[in-house]
Antibody, heavy 116, light 111 residues
């Protein structure tokens, strides 16, 4: 049973870079697809991007210019970097194991607030 | 890419069946059998309930079932229980630029 745990700063200043890490346990990180998904407080879910086992990525066009998703297999970690953040980026950020076009396992989520 | 359309709320009494709809387009729901459903309790992460329109992951109750007709997918909860009270989201692969799109979400209330 794959388990995921997000971690990172809970507060980021406007215009700075949001950095989150998702630590994967109970499975091989290199054989799965990994997504990041976010949920603004009181709102719905938004897919951010996907990392393929091949090393390629696919990003939501609305965020593409600001996102980087990467995987460190030695640390079993999936990382998200989002640059030039604004208050609109305040959300709970989830990492999720992606398979069969669905998000099968989710982390508990990390709340990131963008504020000065 | 617009979100898939779900009713804001659905309610039912214990033991009843309810159905949540998820309407998209031929570029997402109607074009692929890649619709999934998620249950989210307050303050918790979403949980996969249905994938590929009608498949249940191991451990999910058979009271949950999924189907699709045209551009609309549906999640049916049979024998409604108090623990089913939660928010439910659909999702679909899309040939649009976004790749994945979520529904607007439905709050299920058990009366």
């Amino acid at each position: 049973q794959v388990q995921l745990q997000e971690s990172g700063p809970g507060l980021v200043k406007p215009s700075e870079t949001l950095s989150l890490t998702c630590t994967v346990s109970g499975g091989s990180i290199s054989t799965y697809y990994w997504s990041w998904i976010r949920q603004p407080p009181g709102k719905g879910l938004e897919w951010i991007g996907l990392f393929f086992p091949s090393g390629s990525t696919s990003y939501n066009p609305s965020l593409k210019s600001r996102i980087t998703i990467s995987v460190d297999t030695s640390e079993s970690q999936v990382s998200l970097k989002l640059t030039s953040v604004t208050a609109a980026d305040t959300a709970v950020y989830y990492c999720a194991r992606t398979s069969q076009w669905s998000f099968h396992s989710w982390g508990q989520g990390a709340l990131v607030t963008v504020s000065s | 890419q617009s979100a898939l359309t779900q009713p804001a709320s659905v309610s039912g009494s214990p033991g009843q069946s309810i159905t949540i709809s998820c309407t998209g387009t031929s570029s997402d729901v109607g074009g692929y059998n890649y619709v999934s459903w998620y249950q989210q309790h307050p303050g918790k992460a979403p949980k996969l309930m249905i994938y590929e329109v009608s498949n249940r992951p191991s451990g999910v109750s058979n009271r949950f079932s999924g189907s699709k007709s045209g551009n609309t997918a549906s999640l049916t909860i049979s024998g409604l229980q108090a623990e089913d009270e939660a928010d439910y989201y659909c999702s679909s692969y899309t040939s649009g630029s976004t790749r994945y799109v979520f529904g607007t979400g439905t709050k299920v209330t058990v009366l």
